[in-house]
């Protein structure tokens, strides 16, 4: 993973990290954004604009591909280089938690 990657998406915006955490198992965009519903419990909702932008540069960086189109709706997988980036943000985010913890 170069440097580039890790600056641009460590540390992840919720959003990023909602796409990628659904994308291991194939997906279309409507399906991301209700399943992020569900796991927030409605907290987060990502709009169409936001979504299909983030779709489109994570593929543009290869942290996503494009696998096929179902009934006009394009189905996203995640990739290895996105994995390492959704696991590196994974430990940052239990890191996170874990401090928190030992402060309280």
Known sequence: MDN???KVYVPMTETGFYILLC???????YS???????????????SPGTLYGSLSKM???????FIREEEKRK????????????????KRIE?????MKEVN
């Open 95 to 99: 890191r996170l938690y874990q401090n």
């Open 59 to 65: 593929e543009k960086d290869g942290l996503i591909r």
């Open 32 to 46: 991301i954004v209700k399943k992020t519903e569900q796991l927030t419990k409605g907290e987060i909702k990502i």
């Open 75 to 90: 189905i996203y997988h995640i990739t290895e280089l996105g994995t390492q980036v959704l696991n590196l943000e994974m």
């Open 23 to 29: 994308l291991r198992e194939e997906s279309h965009g």
């Open 4 to 6: 580039h990657i890790k």
